[in-house]
């Protein structure tokens, strides 16, 4: 097969030939994302993640696809969040009506129905009240594109440095459709899922405010 398709290299003329077969194969190489680098020894990497840790006020718009326990559905999602302090709205979803979550580290409270109820953790209150689980704690960093401080993770990257992938605390996220906002690139597209409870979160069609505009 090789004698058909490089019938130029010979004996005479391999050496001749091998530093272009090696640059060829190197530029292979990195189009498949075969040598991506570890997340430390990523310089691409290590400077996108110091922008997304500088974010400390951030708007996101779009819709997240649930599913959980064999039920299904798409609420709008508007998430508002300024240094520890978030506000998420939930709407247009049958079982989500028009929901308001506030929270701050330790405090989290939910409005719905005209009901307003409190609570220490957004995780188990969404899932008492919406049905599904929402990890709000990690869904923080999550969503820009950053592993979450409180544990643990494993990154994977694709050929152009990006994260493509990470794993924490039973979840696996996966980043699709970066969108450049200045000089940070933020996802479009994510997806969250984990097998042992078949829950998946589909986050689509995200549209990004930075600063104080987000406010």
């Known amino acids: 097969m090789t004698r058909f398709l490089f019938p130029f290299i010979g004996p005479r003329l391999f050496g001749a030939r091998l530093p272009l077969c090696v640059c060829l194969c190197s530029q292979l190489l990195n189009c498949t994302g075969i040598t991506a680098p570890p997340a430390e020894s990523n310089s691409d990497w290590v ?5 997304l840790q500088a974010l400390d006020q951030w708007e ?3 819709r997240v696809d649930v599913r959980y326990d064999n039920d299904s559905h798409t609420p709008r999602i508007q998430w508002q969040q300024q240094d520890q302090e978030y506000r998420i709205r939930l709407w247009g979803s049958f079982n989500a009506g028009n929901t308001l979550i506030n929270g701050r580290p330790g405090h ?3 409005e719905q129905d005209g009901q307003v109820i ?4 957004p995780e188990a209150l969404i899932l008492e009240q919406l049905g ?5 704690s990690y869904l923080e960093f999550w969503v820009r ?3 979450s401080p409180e544990s643990r993770a494993e990154l994977e990257f694709n050929a152009l440095n990006q994260l493509s992938r990470l794993q924490q605390a039973g979840w696996t996220v996966s980043y699709s459709d970066p969108r450049l906002y200045g000089d940070v ?10 097998p042992e409870n078949d829950i998946r979160l589909r986050f689509i069609g ?3 405010t930075l600063g104080s505009a987000a406010n």
């Open 118 to 121: 409190d609570a220490t953790s």
């Open 132 to 136: 599904y689980e929402l990890p709000v």
């Open 108 to 110: 989290v409270t939910m």
């Open 185 to 194: 690139a933020l996802p479009a597209r994510l997806e969250v899922t984990r």
């Open 145 to 147: 594109g950053l592993p």
């Open 47 to 51: 400077a996108q993640r110091t922008r």
């Open 206 to 208: 995200l549209n990004w």
């Open 60 to 62: 996101l718009r779009g």
